[in-house]
Every structure is written in C-alpha cells, then in structure tokens.
C-alpha cells in the first residue's frame, strides 16, 4: 500500500472552497490531507485544519515559495495552522531550526527548485545524494519529491533512487494524474504521494466528483475497496 495524499489545491494554490471539501471526503477512507502555502488566509487554512482533525485526519501544509524570507514565514505560520506535516521548501536550515520540538513532521524539496508551478531540477545522482543528506539529519523527517516536475530525468528511476538512500519516507508530489502512475509509484517503494489539481480535473476514471475522484485513487494505491 502506498499513502495517498490528497492536496486541496489547484494550479499550485489552495482552492477557495477547501474547508467544505474536507467534510465532503471524510468518509472515504482517506487518511492525510493537505494545501499551499499560497492561495488562502491563514484563518482560512487554520478552519480547514481543524475540520480536517475533527475527522482525523492528519494535515501537510506545503511550502512552495523558494524566497528564504517567504519561506521563514510560512513556517511560523505552520504553528498558527496547527498542521501536522510540512512539505516542500528549499531552505532545510531554516526549516529545521523553526520546527524544531514543535513535533511537526518536516519534508522539504531534494535537488533544485524552479519557478511557480516549481520544477524539479540536476541529475538524478545529485538529487539522491541531496536527499540522503536531507534525511540523514535529526531535524528531517523524510523529503518532498517532485519527480514528476523533473523534464528528463525518469520520474521511477528517480524516486526509486531517493528511497534507497533515504532514511525516512518519501512523498512523492505534483504531476501524478493516472491510476498507472500511481500503481508505479508503489512499486518504487515510495511512502506516499499527493494529487490535488487532477482531483478537481476530474482525470481519474469513475465519476467526476471530488468524493468520487478520492475513492477512485485510494483504491488504486490500496488503502480502500474499490
């Protein structure tokens, strides 16, 4: 089984209604859920988070500014938020001292980290070995992939590489929009990964709803009947 994280964003943003749609999947079966750092009011996000425990779910907030500053920010805003995970970032310094004891579990970006919608860039050897040096401190928990963003390297062939070196788990982010590249990506031994814009696309088959949608890939990765 591979977790399915299901990002309550679309085109890298939080979407406007993602506190009704916490309810509108609660009972799917789904375990972790998640949204940006961009796109919504921290009073909006904090809602969402405690809906979201409310039904018990755990809560990712991810970062996905690369400007230090704005990401320092986000991070002391992850407290206000009462999240449970942070996802992303470029700047692992920062974000493991801001964490630090707060018992939030801190996955940020190997590799390097362009643009909006971010892209993932460098060789596949250098992002492994960035990962494993990611996890091998005390601060980190595990790393924030985005395989599927790199433009020639091979997304499985990567992700594969990650978790062999990594000794925490692996979430793989962005760009997974397919029942077969889900059932790929837990063949590679990847702990997890997220799905937010192609929920609200409606690309997975079965019914276009978000609820429908949720079931659909929770199946595929095995953490619900079909």
Known sequence: MIEFIFMLTHNDATVANAREIVDDVAGTGLRYIGFKDVGA???????????????????????????????????????????????????????????????IKYCPFPGVIEGHPSVLKGGLEPIAEHARVLTASSDVHGVDLLAYRHQTVDPLALTRAVVEVSAGPVIVAGSVATIEQVEALERTGAWGFTVGGAVFEGRFPGGTSVQEQVKTILAAAGAAPA
């Open 41 to 103: 009011s921290i009073d909006m996000l904090r809602e969402v988070t405690a809906a979201a425990h409310e039904h018990e779910l755990e809560v990712m907030l991810e970062i996905v500014t690369t400007v230090a500053d704005d990401e320092a920010l986000s991070l002391q805003n992850a407290h206000r938020i009462g999240v449970d995970w942070v996802l992303g970032g470029t700047h692992p310094e920062i974000g493991g001292e801001a964490l630090r004891g707060t018992g």
